[in-house]
């Protein structure tokens, strides 16, 4: 008991020396924020400014040779967005990485052309458009899940799937990436779980009961390993056609779907809602020290009808 003991003093002492040579670099590891949440309840990294060392993960990823991909959706009207989301991408995204920039519009003589650093490309993908911005939306999921196997999987190591109506603006890195990851809303930080706009249909595949749930999760920034995205979109998708042969529609449409598969699939990592916020809707709160990827103003009304 006694060498027992004394070899695990050593060791803890050994270590304590270890700590106290750590590179000025990890300092922020031992001086981490107390005004926000880190963990999720299920020891997922909530990521934040703060939070993580940009040098010691460029270490850690440069050997890896990754690609990430970055789907896309301009149908419609909403092309009209594609040329700052790409300007700003090109700026604050994932910078100094291969990026395959997967384009899916019913327009595709409108996707502009513009200067790209060195190992990106943007690849235009046509698809076909709805006559409702719901529909849309409901069909992300579908045209993902059957992208990957014609694209993804052979392409590109992860995927971070986004909406068009935005900008960039701050880095936006490989910080993020993880075998499955969610954004919060922005809408509903810091919202009591009564709150959240689940679907509370029984009937519905998305129902989530009173109750039950973690986070409420932006149908507008999510992504991960191809895999996982891939498993994740299908299942979005088959859990809407079975409603819709039931005559149901998610309240809130493919973002019902995603809280509902992310409440029963935990996600490997979670974004803040500096990686999605609306500033002229919320205001800039004193915890959002950056601001990296942002709404646009828009007239809903005009885009969504055209």
């Given at each position: 008991?006694?060498?027992?003991?004394?070899?695990?003093?050593?060791?803890?002492?050994?270590?304590?020396?270890?700590?106290?040579?750590?590179?000025?670099?990890?300092?922020?590891?031992?001086?981490?924020?107390?005004?926000?949440?880190?963990?999720?309840?299920?020891?997922?990294?909530?990521?934040?400014?703060?939070?993580?060392?940009?040098?010691?993960?460029?270490?850690?990823?440069?050997?890896?040779?990754?690609?990430?991909?970055?789907?896309?959706?301009?149908?419609?009207?909403?092309?009209?967005?594609?040329?700052?989301?790409?300007?700003?991408?090109?700026?604050?995204?994932?910078?100094?990485?291969?990026?395959?920039?997967?384009?899916?519009?019913?327009?595709?003589?409108?996707?502009?052309?513009?200067?790209?650093?060195?190992?990106?490309?943007?690849?235009?993908?046509?698809?076909?458009?709805?006559?409702?911005?719901?529909?849309?939306?409901?069909?992300?999921?579908?045209?993902?899940?059957?992208?990957?196997?014609?694209?993804?999987?052979?392409?590109?190591?992860?995927?971070?799937?986004?909406?068009?109506?935005?900008?960039?603006?701050?880095?936006?890195?490989?910080?993020?990436?993880?075998?499955?990851?969610?954004?919060?809303?922005?809408?509903?930080?810091?919202?009591?779980?009564?709150?959240?706009?689940?679907?509370?249909?029984?009937?519905?595949?998305?129902?989530?009961?009173?109750?039950?749930?973690?986070?409420?999760?932006?149908?507008?920034?999510?992504?991960?390993?191809?895999?996982?995205?891939?498993?994740?979109?299908?299942a979005c998708h088959e859990a809407m056609s079975i409603d819709k042969s039931n005559g149901i529609e998610a309240v809130w449409h493919?973002?019902?779907?995603?809280?509902?598969?992310?409440?029963?699939?935990?996600?490997?990592?979670?974004?803040?809602?500096?990686?999605?916020?609306?500033?002229?809707?919320?205001?800039?709160?004193?915890?959002?020290?950056?601001?990296?990827?942002?709404?646009?103003?828009?007239?809903?009304?005009?885009?969504?009808?055209?």
């Amino acid at each position: 008991m006694g060498q027992t003991l004394a070899r695990w003093c050593y060791y803890l002492n050994f270590q304590l020396k270890k700590l106290r040579h750590l590179p000025r670099s990890c300092d922020s590891v031992f001086h981490r924020r107390i005004d926000v949440p880190l963990l999720t309840p299920w020891l997922a990294p909530i990521v934040w400014d703060g939070t993580f060392d940009k040098d010691i993960l460029k270490e850690q990823f440069q050997d890896r040779n990754i690609t990430i991909g970055l789907t896309v959706f301009a149908i419609k009207k909403y092309v009209v967005f594609l040329k700052l989301f790409l300007e700003t991408a090109e700026k604050y995204f994932m910078v100094g990485y291969k990026v395959n920039y997967y384009v899916f519009t019913d327009r595709p003589a409108d996707v502009p052309k513009i200067p790209l650093q060195e190992g990106r490309k943007v690849i235009t993908l046509v698809v076909q458009n709805y006559a409702r911005w719901q529909d849309i939306s409901m069909h992300r999921m579908e045209m993902i899940s059957n992208f990957c196997h014609q694209h993804f999987f052979q392409e590109v190591d992860y995927l971070a799937c986004m909406d068009v109506d935005m900008k960039f603006s701050d880095h936006l890195g490989v910080e993020i990436l993880s075998n499955l990851f969610g954004t919060l809303h922005p809408g509903f930080y810091g919202a009591q779980q009564k709150s959240f706009s689940y679907e509370r249909r029984p009937q519905s595949q998305a129902y989530i009961p009173k109750g039950k749930g973690d986070f409420y999760y932006a149908g507008g920034f999510f992504g991960g390993k191809v895999q996982q995205v891939y498993e994740m979109t299908k299942a979005c998708h088959e859990a809407m056609s079975i409603d819709k042969s039931n005559g149901i529609e998610a309240v809130w449409h493919d973002e019902s779907y995603l809280n509902k598969y992310l409440f029963l699939h935990k996600p490997t990592k979670v974004l803040s809602p500096e990686y999605l916020w609306d500033e002229q809707l919320l205001g800039r709160p004193a915890f959002l020290r950056k601001l990296r990827y942002v709404a646009v103003p828009k007239n809903h009304a005009e885009i969504r009808n055209k």
